[in-house]
């Protein structure tokens, strides 16, 4: 399909959507977005991290992984042109040009916040993660960055994503790499096996799939490495002042770490970055500030 081919249907669904524009919409739009997008998911896993929550922080890890590699391999398999520029907001967001089905965001959204709505088991839980997962599918919409098919594909990829991780790799892989880890002496092997793989990513992932190579593949890298390397995990409350200041310290100085990578131009010293970054998130950062909070 040639850029600018009209879509019928969902030509006509993007302009009713965004004949309802204004400025509330606007910001609320650009906010709901960023459920679907990788800082914002980096942060929650960071926050898991620093207070203990290692198990869901690794399977959002996994999730942010297999949805980036599988979005952008069938994006660029399908190479489906994205909407014309006369429908993306560009006072509100960056125009984009690459391909457009399936959303990554969309994607993003519907496996992470469906993780988060199957670990909590709370009705109101699945009803305010389901809501979300739409809103931020209207939401790449409305900043006319995607056509409604491209939403609808990146919600079944998502949750396709999701059962697989949930009923194969966290059920069947996951107690047997425990086993394994719990045998000190396999750590360093585990965090190898990590590093190889972060490698393998640096080298191989497509410049133009949305980030650096280098980048994706040191945050591989870094944070498998640390749950590798990590000793048992101990959950921190949110209510106990010192765990929560610990936490948040935690986490801002993973996300500077995170900026300050970005800044570095595609290298190996942003790959070097980017891992130390994903290692003091994931195992250096909480076992430093809970080891001299103890003191």
């Not at 006072?91 to 916040?113: F, Y």
């Not at 939401?139 to 994503?161: C, E, Q």
């Amino acid at each position: 399909m040639r850029p600018g081919t009209s879509l019928g249907w969902e030509e006509a669904f993007l302009r009713a959507l965004q004949a309802l524009a204004n400025p509330a919409l606007d910001v609320f739009f650009r906010a709901i977005t960023e459920l679907g997008g990788d800082l914002f998911w980096l942060t929650v896993i960071f926050a898991c991290f620093a207070l203990g929550r290692r198990r869901q922080a690794l399977g959002l890890s996994a999730l942010l992984v297999l949805n980036f590699y599988a979005s952008y391999a069938i994006k660029y398999a399908v190479w489906r042109p994205r909407p014309l520029i006369e429908f993306q907001r560009t006072d509100l967001v960056s125009p984009r040009t690459g391909p457009s089905l399936p959303s990554t965001h969309a994607a993003e959204a519907a496996a992470d916040l469906g993780y988060v709505a199957k670990e909590a088991r709370d009705k109101r839980a699945y009803l305010a993660c389901a809501a979300l997962i739409v809103l931020v599918g209207l939401s790449r919409l409305y900043l006319g960055l995607h056509w409604p098919t491209d939403v609808l594909a990146g919600f079944g990829l998502g949750l396709s994503l999701l059962g697989l991780y949930s009923l194969g790799l966290e059920k069947r892989l996951m107690p047997r790499l425990v086993t394994l880890k719990a045998l000190r002496s396999f750590r360093p092997c585990l965090a190898l096996a990590s590093l190889s793989a972060g490698v393998l990513a640096a080298i191989l992932t497509p410049q133009a799939w949305g980030r650096p190579s280098t980048y994706i593949g040191g945050l591989i890298a870094g944070i498998f490495s640390g749950i590798a390397l990590a000793g048992p995990a101990q959950a921190r409350s949110l209510r106990n002042p010192g765990d929560l200041s610990r936490a948040v310290a935690c986490v801002l100085l993973g996300l500077a770490g995170l900026a300050d990578s970005c800044l570095i131009a595609p290298s190996v010293l942003q790959f070097v970055a980017t891992a130390l970054t994903g290692l003091w998130a994931s195992w250096i950062g909480p076992e430093t500030l809970w080891a001299l909070g103890a003191r």
